[in-house]
C-alpha cells in the first residue's frame, strides 16, 4: 500500500497559478498510475488529470484543458499539478490518487489517495 500526501494548497486570487505535489511518504508510487481530483463544497468529486506510471503520458479534464501540467518524479516519489489562470470557482479541496490503471476518471476506481488540500481562490 501507498500513502500520500498533497503539499501546496492554500490561498490564492483569482488568475493566479497553482502548484501542488504529493508525495507518498509509503511504498513505490512509481508501480501505479496516478491522477489528481477535487471537490468544491456541496458539489461531487470531479476528476482533473491523469499521469501513466512513468510519467510519459498524462491527460487533463476538459475543464482545465491548457491550463493543466500533471508531471511526476518517480524518484522523488512525488506528483505534481500546475493549474494556471485559476477561477474562483475551483476552491476546493484537491486529492491525488493511484491505481493500476491510467486514466480511470472517477476517484472509487482507485486503489489509494491522499486526504487532500484546500485550495481557495479569490476573486
Known amino acids: 500500500q501507498v500513502t500520500l500526501k498533497e503539499f501546496g494548497g492554500g490561498s490564492v486570487q483569482a488568475g493566479d497559478s497553482l502548484s501542488l505535489s504529493c508525495v507518498a511518504t509509503e511504498g513505490d508510487f512509481s508501480r501505479y498510475a496516478a491522477a489528481w481530483f477535487r471537490q468544491a463544497p456541496g458539489k461531487e468529486i470531479e476528476f482533473v488529470g491523469a499521469?501513466?506510471?512513468?510519467?510519459?503520458?498524462?491527460i487533463c479534464a476538459g475543464a482545465v484543458k491548457g491550463r493543466c501540467t500533471i508531471s511526476r518524479d518517480n524518484a522523488k516519489n512525488t506528483l505534481y499539478l500546475q493549474l494556471d489562470n485559476l477561477k474562483s470557482e475551483e476552491t476546493a479541496v484537491y486529492f491525488c490518487?493511484?491505481?493500476?490503471?491510467?486514466?480511470?476518471?472517477?476517484?472509487?476506481?482507485?486503489?489509494?489517495r491522499g486526504q487532500g488540500t484546500q485550495v481557495t481562490v479569490s476573486s
Open positions: 490518487a493511484g491505481g493500476r490503471t491510467f486514466y480511470y476518471t472517477s476517484s472509487r476506481d482507485y486503489d489509494f
Open positions: 499521469i501513466t506510471r512513468n510519467g510519459v503520458s498524462s
